[in-house]
Every structure is written in C-alpha cells, then in structure tokens.
C-alpha cells in the first residue's frame, strides 16, 4: 500500500471520529433545549444543564483533536494531492463527503446554540455558560476543511 492511499485512510478515520463526536455534540445541544424550556429551574436543572456543558467540552476537545489530526496528516500529503487523488477517486468522494457532513453538523450545532442563547434569558443563569458559548465558537471556527481544497 502506497503512503498516499493510507494517508488517505487515515484521513477517511479521522472525520468518521469527528463526526460521531458532532454527532453527539449536537444530540447534548438539543437536550440543553429541553432543560431551558423545562420549569422549574432549580438547583438539579442547573446541575443537570452544567454536567452537559462539561460533556460537551470533553467532545470539542476531541473535535479540536481531530481537526490538528486531520490538519497535520493532509499536509504531509497536500503537496501530492492533484496527482494521487485521481487514483483513489472513491476514497476520496467519501472524505469529500464527511467534510460536508461535518460541515453540515457544524452549522445545525451553531443552529442550536443560538436558539439555546436565545431562550437563555427565561431561565436563571447556569455558572460558566457564557464562556462555553465562546471556547464553542472558537471549536467550532477551527473545524474547517483543508486549505486547499479537495474539489
């Protein structure tokens, strides 16, 4: 097997990580919904809301991880891309794809986040939340494709 291929490979098993981990971001995202428009929000709803947020950073974490991963392992082969990709056409259309897919994770993640900010204000204020938001938004920013591009 060339280094191309199991860059490529390696490649591939990066965003499939990455987007289980946007996967799971989003389904704690969506559940902080539900504990904002719960009432009454006590001190266990509170607990509850936070306990997602520290989940929720371990996984930005991981995507941050996944992301310097993907960065580093691309650039070791980015000088060689246009001529090798033609040769692994398929594995490359499906990396193609997961950085859609991860992209599109992405927006429905920041989708979601706004609606939660936006409902912020009727409940009590969860200590920390407004630098999650942001440690979020500067994850997020960081989770693009490659330099150059793949198309």
Do not use: C, W
């Not at 859609?100 to 204020?125: S, Y």
């Amino acid at each position: 097997m060339n280094k191309f291929l199991l860059h490529l490979r390696v490649l591939d098993g990066i965003l499939d990580k990455k987007i289980n981990t946007l996967d799971r971001i989003l389904i704690i995202t969506e559940k902080q919904k539900e504990v904002l428009i719960t009432e009454p929000h006590d001190n266990s709803t509170l607990h509850s809301y936070k306990e997602m947020n520290d989940e929720k950073q371990k996984l930005i974490d991981v995507v941050i991880e996944s992301d310097r991963l993907f960065d580093r392992t691309y650039q070791e082969i980015g000088h060689v891309f246009e001529v090798e990709a033609p040769n692994h056409a398929d594995l490359v259309k499906r990396i193609q794809d997961g950085i859609k897919r991860a992209t599109t994770l992405d927006v429905n993640i920041r989708v979601q986040e706004a609606r939660n900010n936006a409902a912020e204000p009727t409940r009590k204020k969860v200590p920390n939340n407004k630098p999650m938001r942001k440690k979020i938004a500067q994850a997020y920013e960081k989770n693009k494709t490659p330099k150059k591009s793949m198309n």
